[in-house]
């Protein structure tokens, strides 16, 4: 079972209509359930999203950063990290 930090989950919470059309969670039992049952990962930098993405299939030759952190499935958090969820 993974465990999400509150930053995580807030920032998920706060961003999820970036990825869905209507809200998934509403509180922070049902984020972190919701992230639990997706499998979403937290890496530590842009490059770590970067080989994410490519080691999921995604071919990102070409995608600057800022087109990266733009993904709908790419949350940054405040602390620098990202939270990736492959919905």
């Known amino acids: 079972m993974a465990e999400y930090s509150e930053e995580c989950l807030n920032t998920f919470l ?5 990825l869905f059309d209507s809200p998934v969670a509403e509180t922070l039992d049902e984020a ?3 992230l639990e049952e997706c499998m979403a990962d937290v890496v530590d930098t842009i490059d770590d ?7 999921m299939g995604m071919d990102t ?3 600057t950063d800022e087109e990266l ?3 709908s499935e790419i949350f940054p958090l405040p602390s620098g990290k ?3 969820v492959s919905a």
């Open 49 to 55: 999203v970067r080989d994410y993405l490519e080691d």
């Open 61 to 63: 030759h070409g995608m």
């Open 32 to 34: 972190e359930d919701f």
């Open 14 to 18: 706060d961003l999820q209509e970036k």
């Open 69 to 71: 952190e733009n993904a």
């Open 82 to 84: 990202y939270l990736i």
